[in-house]
C-alpha cells in the first residue's frame, strides 16, 4: 500500500498454426531442405464396391511453404510405410555418381508387406529415391525378410536399418559406370525381440527394443562389424531413446 512497483509487460507472442488437410492419414514426416519441400508418408483406406475395404500407401512430396502436392509415389499391393531418413550424399560422392549429382539427400523409406495370415511382417524394402527436381525418383530398391521399423544414417555413406529382430548395416554405394546404386548389407546383429528405435553418436549405436529396453553398440563400416557393448536386461517397453553423450543414454517406456 505504501509502495510504488515499476515493471514492463512481455509482448504477446502468437504461435500461428495453419491446418493443411490431407485426406490421408499422416504416418511419417521428412523434411528435405534442399528441395524445400516435406515428404510425407501417407496411407488411405478406399471402400470398394463389393463393401470390402482396400489400405492404399503413399510417399507424398509437399512445397514446404504452399503445401501443395507436387509428387507422389504410390506403394505396392498390402505394403505400408514404417520409417523415413533423408541420406546426405558426400561431395566426392556427388561427383562419381551421374544420377546423384544434382541433389545432396536422399530419401529412404522403409516399408512392410503387411499380410492378413501374418503375426508379424515376413517382407519389406528399403527405397532411396532422388528428389532432385523436386520428384520421386526410385533410384534403388532393397528387399529385406521384415519390417523396415527403423532406419538411422551413420558415417558419409552408412545406414542402419531395424528389421523386425534384427539390426543391419548397409554401405550406400553410387552409381558409376555401367553400374546401378546398390546398399550393400556389411553386417547385422539378432537378438531383440524387435528394433523400434535406432540412436547413433559417432560410432555408437543405440537400439531401443521393443520389450528389452537399451543396448548399445559400436560398429565399423569398414570392417562390417557391430560389437554389442552394454545392455539393460530389466524388461523395458521403449518408445523413445536418445544420446545424451558418449557414457549416458536416454529412454522413455510405456
Given at each position: 500500500e505504501d509502495a510504488l512497483i515499476l515493471g514492463t509487460v512481455d509482448e504477446v507472442r502468437k504461435l500461428h498454426i495453419r491446418s493443411v488437410y490431407?485426406?490421408?492419414?499422416?504416418?511419417?514426416?521428412?523434411?528435405?531442405?534442399?528441395?524445400q519441400s516435406f515428404a510425407v508418408l501417407t496411407t488411405m483406406v478406399e471402400q470398394q464396391s463389393d463393401g470390402e475395404e482396400k489400405e492404399r500407401n503413399f510417399i507424398r512430396l509437399l512445397d514446404e511453404t504452399t503445401f501443395e502436392r507436387i509428387a507422389s509415389f504410390e506403394l505396392g499391393h498390402q505394403e505400408a510405410t514404417c520409417s523415413t531418413l533423408?541420406?546426405?550424399?558426400?561431395?566426392?560422392?556427388?561427383?562419381?555418381?551421374?544420377?546423384?549429382s544434382s541433389t545432396p539427400t536422399l530419401l529412404v523409406v522403409g516399408t512392410a508387406f503387411v499380410r492378413t495370415d501374418e503375426p508379424e511382417p515376413t517382407a519389406g524394402r528399403i527405397l532411396v529415391f532422388d528428389v532432385s527436381d523436386r520428384s520421386l525418383e526410385l533410384v534403388c530398391e532393397h528387399r529385406v525378410k521384415g519390417a523396415t521399423y527403423a532406419l538411422e544414417a551413420i558415417g558419409s555413406n552408412g545406414l542402419l536399418a531395424g528389421v523386425n529382430n534384427k539390426l543391419q548395416l548397409y554401405e550406400w554405394a553410387p552409381s558409376s559406370a555401367g553400374s546401378t546404386p546398390t546398399l550393400r548389407l556389411r553386417a547385422e546383429h539378432v537378438g531383440h525381440i524387435i528394433v523400434l528405435f535406432i540412436a547413433v553418436r559417432g560410432d555408437f549405436i543405440l537400439v531401443g527394443d521393443l520389450m528389452k529396453s537399451l543396448t548399445v553398440y559400436q560398429c565399423s563400416l569398414s570392417s562390417g562389424t557391430i560389437v554389442e557393448l552394454a545392455r539393460d536386461y530389466n524388461s523395458h517397453?521403449?518408445?523413445?531413446?536418445?544420446?545424451l553423450d558418449d557414457d549416458t543414454y536416454l529412454g522413455a517406456e510405456n
Open positions: 490431407l485426406n490421408e492419414q499422416p504416418r511419417r514426416i521428412a523434411h528435405l531442405e534442399h528441395s533423408t541420406l546426405r550424399v558426400p561431395p566426392e560422392q556427388q561427383q562419381q555418381s551421374a544420377a546423384a517397453w521403449m518408445t523413445s531413446i536418445a544420446f
